[in-house]
């Protein structure tokens, strides 16, 4: 008979327990996994529903054509940028923008004011940091609000009319109109126009469509209302946002009149935070309280009150940022654009001084959005599908397979996060089971062909090029973005602005795909702002047309060249893209009131003083011809004249000019070579001038010149002259060249000036005669140096009378000799100027000048001789004031012959 002991259980019940143990056990082991951060493996986890299955965090989706196909970004802490004004201590901006650019920050909205709002819509739009330090540093800041265009992009006789300043009144109602500021900022607005257009990403229905959301702040001059612009046209509204009062005008904007953002909010947090952003980065660059030594100008003085009250309100939205990265200690002024470079590092030094506290701000705003961040897992083995980065990480974590580690939710979640973002993958999950970490990924379909739609201006093949895919390789979500960006700055580059790609599509079975691309083709143009000026005077100088393919290059000039007539205060234009392909292109003008008063002072010590007025319009009928009556009154010469003239007839470069003229002026006759007076006359002239010429591009031209005349010479004491009255008709030829950077202190540039006249008297009184003139000068510089080369050559029949004989004297031409002390048939004059500056400051530039010159005029050819040739040396100092240049010279001619020469005004 079998016993059992009571000491020993049965071993049906010893295995039982055994089994329910290991159960109990297995249990226990999954539920903590699942709910513990320091708990035990995952490993051990034997139900399916707690299985730990982790996923990318999603955000926003992208869809052609900004991308081959839809993907998903990943989802990050909503970060937002507040860039205050502060004129170029902004730029500092751009630097902050380069070390969040290089750490990684994310940024999804910026908020900008004045300088803050162009640095940051430039950004937004698809500049990169070191893009925009580039444009820092090349722009010429210094001559960014100087509205008035370079001499040489004017037509010859824009050139000539620009050439004698003088002080002018504008009219409207016959009620004089002051400027509302210094500059009207046409050139800021062509500038920023430009940068706009050459970005990556072109919105004008809403910034949101920009690369990163962008809103620019503004103030409303009628309201008085801080206004948030958030769409149209982004250069506009840069310029609105920095329109400082008194620097630059007020820009128009449907029924708003907008100046400097900074007015109202110019460290903008508040706007920030009310549009959802998590962490909001706070810049300012606002500016300290200006030095007594710096009020001196209207504008300062403005920059000194606003500054003065926006210090409390900058305070409150300091305060308000979640990081601050301020730059008060900088004791530079609003417009000291000296040394950007310098400004650039303060910013990113100052961003990386922050940038632990930014990543921590990050970091806790991203843990927030994971709610299992904190679990710690551990693991023997990582399967991964073949990607190197991500393996490489992971095998290090987690050891040697095999090899127990703790890995946490967050560095599985970072890694099924970053392999998400490679963009080779369309879905990736990491799946926990047991001992394993598995990685599980669908991978995006092969291409295995591409093929461009729509293209006129590139080849296919050359926009192939632009890609970094190739054929037979898998699909990437990233590459294909920056693919698609080449493209379209392939355009852009050429001036294309409004290229974009209109559709991407993509065949999965076949592996083939399209892209279809935009190329921006002119539907319409339409005109704002006219007033009196008609149509066809825009259109000739915006010589885009409907039809046309939209060019960035052709459109700045058409707008210069609009500036350049003088009729428009400012000219610009923006682009609506139209749902159907295509745009409309709007050219935005405001006219200047036409009617103009213009007076004129000039003193001289060979010919006295004399004074000017002159009266008319600009724009007759609205056609943009000019027509003035001028009188002149001077101790010695006296002018009254009528004058018609048209720049351009019709849409060609041919120019025609009318003017009725009497003069009266009184001559001295010398003994020549020692300016001893023999006698003084009075040179009366009366007539007619027509000149129809040709514009040659921007330096030049050719004219044919018609002309008939009364001509009397009437004695007032001495000798030296004929007297008694001649009337002729001529007929002449010339040709001018002219690319001089300006007309007075002229740095670089030449000017040529080639004549033929012939003349024929009345009634057969005396025979024809006929002359020929040359003139060519260079000047080059290096720095504060300019070297000036002048030769000069003319010649006359000898029957040629002597009202139309050649007069050389004075300090323009000899140093040493009076005005017209030599009159003859036959000219050589040549002159060798060194000239230096002394000194730069605004309105008050200084120089100091040495020059030989050599030369001779003879009566009879058979005189001529080059021993006959006189010179002369002469020694000046001259100031660029606001009244004109302001001149003292010392001429010695021979050796013998001292003059000195005083000189003020603009001579005319």
């Known amino acids: 008979m079998n016993s ?29 996994n699942a709910g513990s951060s320091r708990s035990a493996s995952a490993a051990d986890s034997s139900r399916a529903s707690e299985i730990p299955v982790f996923t990318p965090r999603l955000g926003k989706q992208v869809r052609p054509p900004r991308a081959f196909t839809a993907f998903y970004e990943l989802a990050h802490p909503r970060v937002g940028l507040a860039l205050s004004g502060g004129g170029s201590r ?97 050139k800021l607005q062509s500038v920023l126009t430009e940068l706009t257009l050459k970005a990556n990403y072109w919105a004008s229905s809403s910034y949101d469509n920009l690369r990163i959301p962008f809103r620019a702040m503004a103030t409303d001059v009628y309201s008085g209302k801080e206004i948030v612009i958030d769409r149209g046209d982004l250069a506009e509204a840069m310029c609105a946002s920095a329109a400082i009062p008194f620097l630059l005008s007020p820009v128009p904007r449907q029924d708003l009149l907008l100046v400097d953002g900074g007015l109202l909010n110019n460290i903008p947090v508040d706007v920030v935070r009310r549009m959802g952003m998590e962490i909001v980065i706070a810049v300012d660059a606002t500016s300290n309280l200006r030095a007594k030594d710096n009020l001196t100008a209207p504008w300062e003085f403005a920059d000194q ?55 921590k701000l990050c970091a806790n705003a991203q843990q927030e959005a994971n709610d299992s961040s904190d679990a710690l897992y551990t693991v023997h083995h990582v399967d991964l599908p073949g990607n190197g980065a991500a393996e490489s990480r992971l095998i290090l974590q987690a050891g040697s397979n095999g090899v127990a580690r703790m890995l946490s939710a967050a560095q599985i979640q970072a890694e099924v996060d970053d392999l998400y973002a490679g963009g080779d993958y369309r879905e990736v999950r990491a799946v926990l089971q047991r001992d394993t970490l598995r990685f599980e990924a669908q991978k995006n379909p092969i291409i295995r062909s591409v093929q461009f739609t729509g293209n006129t201006v590139y080849s296919a093949a050359l926009l192939f090029d632009c890609l970094q895919t190739r054929l037979g390789r898998a699909l990437n979500h990233k590459r294909g973005q920056q693919d698609l960006t080449n493209v379209v700055e392939k ?33 319409d143009l339409v005109i704002e702002g006219l007033h009196r000026t008609q149509e066809f005077v825009v259109l000739r100088e915006f010589s885009l047309e409907a039809g046309e393919i939209f060019n960035s290059n052709i459109a700045r000039e058409g707008v210069d060249r609009l500036h350049n007539t003088g009729i428009f ?20 003008v405001e006219e200047k009131p036409s009617t103009i008063v213009r007076l004129g002072g000039f003193h001289e010590s060979e010919r006295g003083s004399r004074v000017f007025t002159e009266i008319g319009t600009e724009n007759l009928l609205g056609g943009g011809n000019k027509l003035f009556v001028h009188g002149n009154l001077g101790e010695r010469d006296q002018v009254a004249r009528l004058s018609w003239r048209a720049d351009r007839i019709a849409r060609t470069y041919l120019t025609l000019s009318t003017s009725l003229y009497h003069e009266r002026r009184n001559n001295v006759t010398y003994v020549p070579g020692r300016a001893m007076p023999l006698g003084e006359y009075a040179d009366r002239r009366a007539g007619m001038r027509a000149t129809l010429g040709q514009q040659v591009s921007r330096w030049g031209g050719l004219a044919v010149e018609f002309r008939t005349e009364e001509v009397r010479l009437r004695s007032i004491s001495g000798s030296g002259y004929p007297v008694g009255t001649s009337r002729f008709n001529s007929i002449a030829v010339r040709s001018i060249l002219d690319t001089r950077d300006r007309f007075l202190f002229t740095r670089t540039g030449r000017f040529l000036n080639v004549s033929y006249e012939y003349f024929k008297p009345y009634h057969g009184t005396s025979a024809s005669f006929s002359k020929f003139q040359a003139q060519v000068e260079s000047f080059d510089s290096i720095g504060p140096h300019t070297l000036h080369y002048r030769l000069t050559g003319g010649t006359a029949e000898e029957n040629t009378p002597f009202y139309e004989q050649f007069k050389l004297g004075g300090p323009h031409e000899i140093y040493g000799l009076r005005d017209q002390e030599f009159v003859g048939r036959h000219l050589v004059l040549g002159s060798i100027e060194y000239r230096y500056q002394l000194r730069k400051r605004p309105w008050l530039d200084t120089y100091i000048s040495l020059r030989y010159d050599w030369g001779g005029v003879w009566v009879d050819r058979r005189d001529t001789s080059y021993r006959k040739i006189r010179n002369g040396a002469g020694l000046g100092l001259a ?30």
């Open 4 to 32: 059992v002991s009571p000491n020993r259980p049965p071993a049906a019940f010893v295995l039982a327990l055994v089994l329910l143990v290991i159960c109990f056990e297995q249990d226990v082991a999954a539920l903590t």
């Open 90 to 186: 902004c730029l500092v901006h751009i630097g902050v923008l380069q070390a969040l650019e290089e750490n990684h920050i994310q940024i999804d909205l910026i908020v900008g004011t004045s300088m803050g709002s162009i640095l940051g819509g430039l950004y937004a739009a698809g500049y990169s940091a070191r893009q925009l330090r580039d444009v820092a540093l090349q722009l010429d800041w210094d001559t960014l609000m100087q509205d008035e265009p370079s001499r040489r992009d004017l037509l010859l006789s824009q050139k000539q009319d620009r050439d004698r300043t003088y002080l002018q009144l504008r009219l409207r109602g016959w009620q004089p109109v002051l400027p509302r500021a210094l500059t009207a900022g046409q």
């Open 305 to 359: 009150v606003t500054t003065i009250m926006q210090q409390e309100h900058n305070l409150a939205q300091a305060r308000a940022a979640d990081v601050l990265i301020s730059f008060k200690n900088d004791p530079r002024h609003s417009l000291d654009f000296t040394n950007p470079d310098s400004l650039i590092q303060a910013g990113y030094e100052q961003t990386l001084a922050q940038m632990d506290r930014i990543r």
């Open 491 to 523: 355009y852009r580059q050429d001036g294309y602005a409004l290229a974009e790609i209109r559709s991407v599509s993509f065949e999965e079975a076949t592996g083939a795909l399209t892209i279809e691309v935009d190329e921006g083709r002119i539907v």
């Open 569 to 588: 205060e400012k000219a610009s234009y923006s682009l609506l893209r139209l749902p159907s392909g295509g745009a409309l292109v709007k050219i935005k």
């Open 879 to 908: 100031l660029d004031t606001p009244l004109g240049p302001f001149g003292v010279a010392f001429g010695l001619f021979e050796g013998r012959q001292k003059r000195v020469y005083v000189q003020l005004g603009h001579a005319f």
